[in-house]
Structure formats: C-alpha cells, structure tokens
C-alpha cells in the first residue's frame, strides 16, 4: 500500500525555519516526481515545489523562492522541504504528493499524505 | 503563470441531481488537466486526469471533458458522499502547476 505521512509541522516565530519531512513507502520512491503542496486555513490548494526522481531538477512557486529548498534521500525514502525565512502567510498545513506520470508526461498527484500543519505566528 | 478559474465557486444540489463544474483556463492546455475531490480535514483524492480519464477506483458516475481552456466536471446523480470541495490543476510545462479556487458542493 502506497503511503506517505508527513511530519515536522508546528509553530514557528517569523522569520524562523522549520524542515518538514515525508516518509514514503509502498512504491519505489525514487522512480517518481515529489511534490510539496499548501493549503492555508480556509482557502484552497496552491502547489509550492517540487523535484525531479534524482532530485536534480527542483521547481518552486515564486512566493517561496530564496526561502524554501526541497529535497530527497531515496535511499531512506524521504522527501524534504527546508523553510526559511518564515511569513505569516506560510501558515498552511503542507502535504507531500506523488505525481503520476505515463508515457512521458505528467497527469496529476495520485497519492498524497494526511499533512502536516505549519504556523507562523508570534 | 496559468491562471484556473473555476464556477460555481459554491454549488447547492440535492442527493440524485446531476452537477456540472466548469474549469476555465487563462491560455491553452490541451487536456493536462486533472480533478481532484477534498473533503474537511482529509488530503485531496485524484478523480480524473488527462480531462476525461477516470482514476482507478473512482464511480463512474464521476466524468470529465473539455480541451484547450474550457473543460467540465460532471457527477451524473450526486450521492451523500460526493458533498465536498473540488479542484482542478493543469499540468502542463508552464510551472507552476496551479489549482483552481475550488468548488464547494453543499446539500440542499
């Protein structure tokens, strides 16, 4: 059974760092695109990074560029994502997601953790 | 960046109606479209992908279609469980890979 839990959330003053971790299992990690994903209280879903199967290609969401660094450790099965830098506005609960690809293209996330919830806050 | 614009925003249906979201897109992006269904406090769940596939395991009284910047979501007769929020996403080269504002389906 495919699954991926993430943890690492909680509360953080501003400008503070936090590194959120998701542990996979259930497939071969390493053979797949990750994606980390937000959704603040109350509002909708906004894709935030994600990283390539041997982790050298990695994309972000301009308002977390500079600030927040994604990365793996497939021999371990995990997925990573390093804040810094924190705003009021990163408070969100943030989910790892696997992208589902065939014949060479992306077509969505198939699985995704439970989330793990992040506040800035002072 | 691709904009998604989805309407309704909110959506009142009873059990056994048929719903339609529409999913507009800001420029052209083929089919790369997915749909997602969340329900409160749980992750998203993948219903539909390349806009009219259905994901394994999904109803088949979930469909997609449309192509280019107009695709819709249809549940043929909605049931007691399909009350949730639902979102759209493109995924096609243009990073970043946005989700639509949701739609929010309350019982009537």
């Known amino acids: 059974e495919v699954q991926l839990v993430e943890s690492g959330g909680g509360l953080v003053q501003p400008g503070g760092s936090l590194r959120l971790s998701c542990a996979a299992s259930g497939f071969t990690f390493g053979s797949y695109w990750a994606n980390w994903v937000r959704q603040a209280p109350g509002k909708g879903l906004e894709w935030v990074a994600n990283?390539?199967?041997?982790?050298?290609?990695?994309y972000y969401v301009d308002s977390v560029k500079g600030r927040f660094t994604i990365f793996r450790d497939n021999a371990k099965n995990s997925l990573h994502l390093q804040m810094n830098s924190l705003r009021a506005e990163d408070t969100a609960v943030y989910y790892c997601?696997?992208?589902?690809?065939?014949?060479?293209?992306?077509?969505?996330?198939?699985?995704w953790g439970r989330g793990t919830l992040v506040t800035v806050s002072s | 960046d691709i904009q998604l614009t989805q309407s309704p925003s909110f959506l009142s249906a009873s059990v056994g109606d048929r719903v339609t979201i529409t999913c507009r897109a800001s420029q052209g992006i083929s089919t790369y479209l997915a749909w997602y269904q969340q329900k409160p406090g749980k992750a998203p769940k993948f219903l539909i992908y390349?806009?009219?596939i259905l994901q394994s395991g999904v109803p088949s009284r979930f469909s997609g279609s449309g192509s280019g910047t107009e695709f819709t979501l249809t549940i043929s007769s909605l049931q007691p469980e399909d009350f949730a929020t639902y979102y759209c996403q493109h995924l096609t080269d243009y990073l970043p890979w946005t989700f639509g504002q949701g739609t929010k389906v309350e019982i009537k």
């Open positions: 390349g806009a009219p």
């Open positions: 990283i390539k199967q041997d982790g050298s290609d990695k």
């Open positions: 997601a696997r992208t589902y690809h065939s014949s060479g293209w992306y077509w969505g996330f198939d699985y």
